[in-house]
């Protein structure tokens, strides 16, 4: 049930996407993906480190809960050559994330397109949801596979404004980009 806030009883935020050219396809199951190996390694005889064997050896500097959840869905049409999140092109986007300085949030990310994108994120770690608790991996770079949802807390630490895009170059450039605004006025969105 979603309030007048746009968030879910359960805190999570309510999720509509554009759909259109630049959506080929929406995951219609997707599933937490850190404990299989990366494409073109699922049969190689010698071991490959997962996401889910990772661990910080420091315990994370922040271990609040997140006070609430952004979904983001990784779009895409390979065969008009279109790539996006949420369904639009970082030309299309009206503006930056809102962000709260010091603000816990859970990003899940969906990759509804067929194929990994490495998502990099500027000015900030996150820490990846694998199931360790306090010792999290830690980490600015995460590939998401196919069909994967996956989630990162992250503590809104630089104020400014940030971009996090897909690291495939020609997937950035065609759109696959977008920004969060870390301040500190005390709006949230």
């Known amino acids: 049930m979603t309030g007048m806030d746009g968030a879910a009883a359960d805190g999570m935020q309510t999720h ?21 190996r990366p494409l073109g390694l699922e049969n190689e005889p010698h071991r490959v480190l997962v996401y889910t064997e990772l661990r910080s050896l420091a315990p994370n500097p922040d271990q609040r809960a997140p006070g609430r959840e952004l979904e983001l869905h990784l779009t895409a049409n390979m ?43 500027h000015g900030m770690f996150f820490d990846v949801v694998n199931g360790e608790t306090a010792n999290k991996p830690r ?27 897909c690291h495939l170059l020609y997937h950035m450039s065609a759109g696959m980009m977008r920004t969060f605004l870390v301040s500190d006025t005390g709006e949230q969105s």
Not at 140 to 152: A, M, N, Q, R, Y
């Open 79 to 121: 065969e008009r050559y279109m790539w996006s999140f949420d369904g639009l092109k970082f030309s299309e986007v009206t503006g930056p994330i809102p962000l709260q300085l010091n603000e816990r949030v859970r990003l899940t990310f969906v990759n509804d397109s067929m194929m990994p994108h490495p998502v990099h994120l």
């Open 139 to 165: 980490k600015h770079t995460l590939v998401i596979k196919p069909g994967e949802k996956v989630s990162v807390d992250l503590t809104a630490d630089a104020l400014g404004e940030w971009a996090f895009h």
């Open 16 to 36: 509509e996407h554009v759909m259109g050219p630049g959506v080929a396809s929406v995951a219609a199951n997707p599933v937490n993906r850190l404990h299989e």
